[in-house]
């Protein structure tokens, strides 16, 4: 799998590291137990298209969040987190 850094351009999917889904960008408050155990261990594992977190380890470091299809592997778009929190 080839994937296109925004900074960096096209890499190999070896250079990047794998975090999970893009929840991770939408910590509950601590005080809420349930929603905090879910957030840490209760995890979907879809086949189909997902949005994930990844970070150009090998390369400029930066978290990407991608949106592919886990079952054809195709990537349909890949922007920068920080990016992603700015627009909102
Ligand atoms: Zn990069």
Not at 9 to 28: M, Q, S, V, W
Not at 37 to 56: M, S, V
Not at 76 to 83: A, G, I, P, Y
Request: hydrophobic share 30%; glycine share 4%; charged share 35%.
């Amino acid at each position: 799998m080839r994937i296109k850094c925004p900074l960096c351009g096209e890499r190999d999917r070896r250079e990047f590291y794998y975090l999970g889904a893009k929840d991770y960008l939408t910590r509950p408050e601590e005080s809420n137990l349930d929603a905090m155990h879910k957030y840490l261990h209760i995890r979907e594992n879809p086949c189909g298209l997902t949005e994930d977190l990844w970070q150009h380890e090998a390369g400029c470091r930066a978290w990407l969040l991608i949106e592919r299809n886990t079952a054809t592997h195709e990537i349909f778009k890949v922007e920068l987190v920080n990016n992603k929190k700015d627009s909102k």
